[in-house]
């Protein structure tokens, strides 16, 4: 039997989406996996998030406990909003010391956007958020830490529950922020369903765009060593910037 890379993903505790779009883009070329994070409340909801959000922090060392019996080649914390509450500097403090404590390649959603971003080669960009207007200026003050500079941004309108949004509301979403000046845009969010948008979206909007899970998918592809190419989801995960 062939020895598949394993990417592992960590997934909000009440996300229905992400696991659905990860298995779209799987492949013969590696297995996927996943395990549940800790958090409690209303999911998908605007409020509380960020209560939610400390406890999936707080757990993930009994994510990983679980997750490294699978022996996986890398492990993605799939959601983007830990990253507005842990901060640029916390994140790094987080990934390191997971890294060093479970002897295995851990990454996040939002630090994959980052990288993603530098492979593409922007600075100037715009974005969206399915989030509060407190949860879209952290990415903002986030993405400028980085060193990025935030054209436009905004974030979609009548969200009620992250989770009950569509593709169809992505690709508005993606509409709405874009801006002559941006290079590219980078549309936050994992538990929003945003793959089936992406490419129909670059050929009407004329430049790159990334969403948090296509860039996660294509982070852990990268750190695994698979050189697959995942067609029909943008062309970042379509290999253009490899």
């Known amino acids: 039997m062939q020895n598949l890379a394993r990417l592992g993903f960590l997934i909000p505790?009440?996300?229905?989406?992400?696991?659905?779009?990860?298995?779209?883009?799987?492949?013969?070329?590696?297995?996927?996996?996943?395990?549940?994070?800790?958090?409690f409340g209303e999911t998908g909801s605007l409020l509380g998030q960020d209560e939610r959000n400390q406890s999936q922090i707080d757990h993930l060392e009994e994510n990983l406990e679980l997750m490294k019996l699978v022996k996986p080649s890398v492990v993605a914390m799939a959601h983007t909003a830990n990253s507005y509450t842990l901060g640029k500097d916390g994140e790094a403090?987080?990934?390191?010391?997971?890294?060093?404590?479970?002897?295995?390649?851990f990454i996040t959603a939002f630090g994959s956007v980052v990288t993603a971003l530098r492979q593409i080669g922007v600075t100037n960009i715009a974005f969206g958020?399915?989030?509060?207007?407190?949860?879209?200026?952290?990415?903002?003050?986030?993405?400028?830490?980085?060193?990025?500079?935030?054209?436009?941004?905004?974030?979609?309108?009548?969200?009620?529950?992250?989770?009950?949004?569509?593709?169809?509301?992505?690709?508005?979403?993606?509409?709405?922020?874009?801006?002559?000046?941006?290079?590219?845009?980078?549309?936050?969010?994992?538990?929003?369903?945003t793959i089936d948008a992406l490419e129909a979206s670059e050929k009407i909007l004329g430049k790159p765009i990334i969403s948090s899970i296509a860039a996660t998918m294509w982070n852990s592809l990268r750190i695994a060593g698979v050189k697959s190419n995942v067609q029909g989801y943008g062309s970042l995960l379509a290999g253009k910037y490899n």
Not at 15 to 33: D, L
Not at 93 to 105: I, M, T
Not at 146 to 175: C, S, W
């Open 93 to 105: 403090k987080l990934v390191d010391r997971l890294q060093k404590q479970f002897d295995l390649p």
């Open 129 to 193: 958020t399915p989030y509060s207007e407190q949860n879209t200026l952290r990415c903002k003050n986030l993405l400028e830490a980085y060193g990025f500079k935030i054209v436009h941004f905004g974030n979609l309108p009548g969200v009620k529950n992250i989770y009950d949004e569509t593709p169809e509301r992505a690709a508005q979403l993606m509409k709405q922020v874009d801006a002559s000046g941006a290079d590219a845009i980078f549309i936050s969010g994992v538990g929003m369903p």
């Open 13 to 39: 505790p009440g996300n229905p989406n992400t696991e659905g779009e990860v298995i779209q883009m799987a492949r013969p070329e590696y297995s996927i996996h996943f395990t549940r994070m800790v958090a």
